[in-house]
């Protein structure tokens, strides 16, 4: 996962996977997940593929999803993004929680998850068969959780490639539809291990020193 940058102890000592995002128009930006999100995982997708899935005919929000570059600066909730990020690695930005899945005839396709090795789970929802009039269309989608406005935010700045959360049945979806090379899906889980009191106590003091070196606000412990 080429976003991924460290692990940090920040407020509360509460522990957090911090990646780096370049961005063309902003250089790097910086976004966290919590180690409270054990239930879910995270994907790094391509900017390009996430859009072009997010603006399928099944996908959430598509007044929002088919604006241009213009109208999505315009969106009234743009510049809490803008703020947000400018904060840096010092408080970087949570990660967008989004969803994927299939359509199958206008109906929900139930059932298909995630689960056994990858490649069995590709051979068995995308059987190398020849379609025929008669087979129902595959429609991916992708929803949001929450986190619009700050993936528009990355889309405007020129990201291309950023990390999302979702949860771990979507997540090999999410990666096949839309996951960025050289990338795979990661369990928060295992992304964000879990350490004891004493170590957290001596992490969070070194980001607080670290927080202070640069004249940035300390997190409320």
Request: aromatic share 10%.
């Given at each position: 996962?080429?976003?991924?940058?460290?692990l940090e102890?920040?407020g509360?000592?509460?522990?957090y996977?911090?990646?780096?995002?370049?961005?063309?128009q902003r250089?790097?930006v910086?976004?966290?997940?919590?180690?409270?999100?054990?239930?879910q995982?995270?994907v790094?997708?391509?900017?390009?593929?996430?859009?072009?899935a997010?603006?399928?005919?099944?996908?959430?929000?598509?007044?929002i999803a088919h604006?241009d570059e213009?109208?999505?600066r315009?969106?009234?909730?743009?510049?809490?993004a803008?703020?947000?990020f400018e904060?840096?690695?010092?408080?970087?930005?949570?990660?967008?929680?989004?969803n994927?899945?299939?359509w199958?005839d206008d109906?929900l396709?139930?059932?298909v998850v995630?689960?056994g090795r990858?490649v069995?789970?590709?051979?068995?929802?995308?059987?190398?068969?020849?379609?025929t009039a008669?087979e129902?269309e595959?429609h991916?989608?992708?929803?949001?959780t929450?986190?619009?406005?700050?993936?528009?935010?990355?889309?405007?700045?020129?990201?291309?490639?950023?990390p999302?959360?979702?949860?771990?049945?979507d997540?090999a979806?999410l990666?096949?539809?839309a996951?960025?090379?050289?990338s795979?899906?990661?369990?928060?889980?295992?992304?964000v291990?879990?350490?004891g009191?004493?170590?957290r106590?001596?992490?969070n003091?070194t980001f607080?020193?670290?927080l202070?070196?640069?004249?940035l606000p300390?997190w409320?412990a």
């Amino acid at each position: 996962m080429k976003t991924f940058s460290h692990l940090e102890t920040m407020g509360a000592l509460k522990r957090y996977a911090i990646f780096c995002v370049p961005t063309k128009q902003r250089g790097d930006v910086w976004m966290r997940v919590s180690e409270s999100e054990r239930s879910q995982s995270v994907v790094e997708v391509d900017a390009a593929r996430f859009v072009n899935a997010w603006r399928g005919p099944k996908s959430s929000h598509p007044e929002i999803a088919h604006l241009d570059e213009v109208g999505w600066r315009n969106d009234y909730k743009f510049h809490d993004a803008e703020e947000g990020f400018e904060s840096g690695w010092g408080n970087p930005v949570p990660l967008a929680e989004v969803n994927a899945g299939f359509w199958l005839d206008d109906e929900l396709a139930h059932g298909v998850v995630a689960s056994g090795r990858f490649v069995r789970w590709v051979r068995r929802v995308f059987p190398a068969a020849r379609s025929t009039a008669r087979e129902p269309e595959r429609h991916p989608y992708v929803s949001f959780t929450n986190g619009i406005t700050r993936t528009i935010w990355l889309l405007v700045a020129g990201a291309e490639r950023f990390p999302v959360m979702c949860g771990k049945e979507d997540a090999a979806i999410l990666h096949h539809i839309a996951g960025a090379r050289e990338s795979t899906p990661c369990p928060v889980l295992e992304l964000v291990p879990d350490i004891g009191h004493l170590e957290r106590l001596d992490q969070n003091r070194t980001f607080h020193e670290k927080l202070k070196a640069h004249g940035l606000p300390i997190w409320a412990a």
